[in-house]
């Protein structure tokens, strides 16, 4: 038997090592959380769902819808910069070497099933793509978010199979992340059968998303002609044959267009020894054997380089991996600063009071007057345990409000207090937060604080400023203050945490909430 045979190439071992970088925070599947340090701002080049619990930084596909939605507030100058930047530097090389997506359509075309075969279909089929830019990425993004302020990632919502791969199912699969099912409904029902249907379809066809669906394939397309990096052709050598064109899987018109991935299959293919795989004038990998074949001592060295080249990558791959799991989670920890946490008095014992239900009607109950609004006097509640499930003690803090005041949850004793996790790419979010406005209005005695997960914190000031919500208390969650962790606040949002009179929790749960439900929620939490 020919070992070699069954050996991975150089190409595939690439693509294993950019998905293990691109998600190399692997506590995340552990621990059922999302990594949200400071590089999940920073895009990684392929497709590679921001939610995934392993992925380190985010996806520049997700990053330029989310950016094109918030258009009317800033300039999404920098998603486009790094996208050039990624196009110029490789432009479609990196669908060939460094996309997770691409390593997972390739290994299901292996599945022994007859194959489709390219041609003038498939060839018109891949244009496709320009339409799903055009329509899912920018237009809908850009019509919701100008002209409606609505926060909507079309593409990501409803149709990305590496959304739904990754982020849902890497993430509900954890058993802490249970409560999240409340957001599996007919669009992730409808994006499980499309991603079904996209994977059953490349078993049959190579590469079906890549070549007709993929718009961050679409966009690196245009930077192909001249990319730093790709396949390029020695026209004194070549014979115009058609050998490389015929044979790649691809739907290429000829080497290194907008459809060439430059995976480099047709280097082995071309008898001229025409084609090289080449980063400016450094050829990364040339002929070796036929006509025209590089000189047995060019071999030689640029093996010897490659080497050298996978001794720094391994290394690298090790830092990461080392970094996301334990180095910087022990950072975190060691910098969570006390400031941010005031002193509570230590429980006298372990054990709850018997928490009181919250019933799961929306509608109202039924009354005669209005609930009495003043303030409550403080029990004694040294007995119960601090924490934030349902009747315990939630944790006093303090942080700064976006007003230029200072909350701190004590000072709010003797008042509902209503905790609002939330963000400005989370649609649900966005939508409830008119409701708690409402709500102060109706009821100004409530204490309402909307606080903004990690993520994104620094775009929520201006995204804030033409909304209206004067009545709510805003603040900004970062890795120094640590609310979220403080909270035991989940990745997933919206999450509502509301507080009777005493400070303890009646309420605790990742759910969007009605105006009708959030009342009932309020007017249970005053009678508590």
Known sequence: MDKKRFRPGTRRLVQLYAALLYNANLKGYIDGHIYTGNLKSVCVPGFNCYSCPGAIASCPLGSLQNALNAAGHTAPWYVLGILALFGVILGRTICGWICPLGLIQELLHKIPTPKIRKGRVTRILSYLKYVFLAVFVIAIPVWFGVGKDVILPAFCKFICPAGTLEGAVGYLQHPANSTSFFQLGAVFTNKWVIMCVIGLACVFCYR?????????????GFFNRFAVTGVKVNPDRCNGCGLCVSKCQMDIRHVGDHECISCGKCIDTCAQGAISLKCGKITLKGPEIGK??????????RKQAGRIAWGIAVAALVFAVAWFNFIEPAISKADVPAAAVTETQPPETTSAPEATAVPETSAAPEETAEPETTTAPVTDTSGLTVGSEVGNLLPDFTTDLL??????????????????????????????????????VAYPDVEILAIHNRAGAKKAKDFLADKGWDHLDFALDSKEKGLLPLLNAADAMPQTIILDRQGVVTYNAQAPLTYEKLETLYKNALAH
Do not use: M
Not at 210 to 220: D, S, W
Not at 292 to 301: F, G, I, Q, S, T
């Open 292 to 301: 025209n074949a590089d000189p047995e001592p060019v071999v030689r060295k």
């Open 208 to 220: 079906t998303f890549c070549r007709f669906i993929c718009p961050l394939g679409a966009i690196y």
């Open 403 to 440: 007003s230029g005041e200072t909350f701190r949850l004590s000072d709010h004793r003797g008042q509902v207090v209503i905790i609002n996790f939330w963000g400005t790419t989370c649609a649900p979010c966005v939508a409830e937060l008119p409701y708690y406005e409402q709500l102060k």
